[in-house]
């Protein structure tokens, strides 16, 4: 089993930033990818951003050029720097990842897992 624990939401005035982390913990051989999603009031979870094994990066673009998603996987933790925040970026914000979770012979078992969400408010 992995549990996500996420840290760094909370109020923050327009214009401003906040840094939210993630750590995985837990049973599993290696992480695939690890990103973040978020949920605005009376909406559908969105993809924020995604980072790879590989370093690759993936944004909404929603958000491209104000936040920054890193990894530093000695310590199994995505970052996300989020700054010139505004209200529309409102949302819970979730942390996800895929993770090698097994293997046998060739055969490789894969899982998701989810954080359980930080609120982050971007208000005057």
């Given at each position: 089993q992995v549990q996500l624990v996420?840290?760094?939401?909370g109020l923050v005035q327009p214009g401003g930033s906040l840094r939210l982390s993630c750590e995985a913990t837990g049973s599993f051989i290696s992480i695939e990818q690890m990103g973040w999603?978020?949920?605005?009031?009376?909406?559908?979870?969105?993809?924020v951003a995604i980072i790879r094994r590989t370093d690759s990066t993936n944004y909404a673009d929603s958000i491209k050029g104000r936040f920054t998603?890193?990894?530093d996987s000695a310590?199994?933790?995505?970052?996300?720097?989020?700054?010139?925040?505004k209200p529309e970026d409102t949302a819970v914000y979730y942390c996800w990842a895929s993770v090698?979770?097994?293997?046998?012979?060739s055969v490789r078992t894969w899982a998701?897992?989810?954080?359980?969400?930080?609120?982050?408010?971007?208000s005057s």
């Open positions: 996420e840290s760094g939401g999603y978020r949920q605005p009031p009376g909406k559908q979870r969105e993809l998603i890193s990894i310590k199994n933790t995505v970052y996300l720097q989020m700054n010139s925040l090698l979770q097994a293997t046998r012979g998701n897992y989810w954080g359980q969400g930080t609120q982050v408010t971007a």
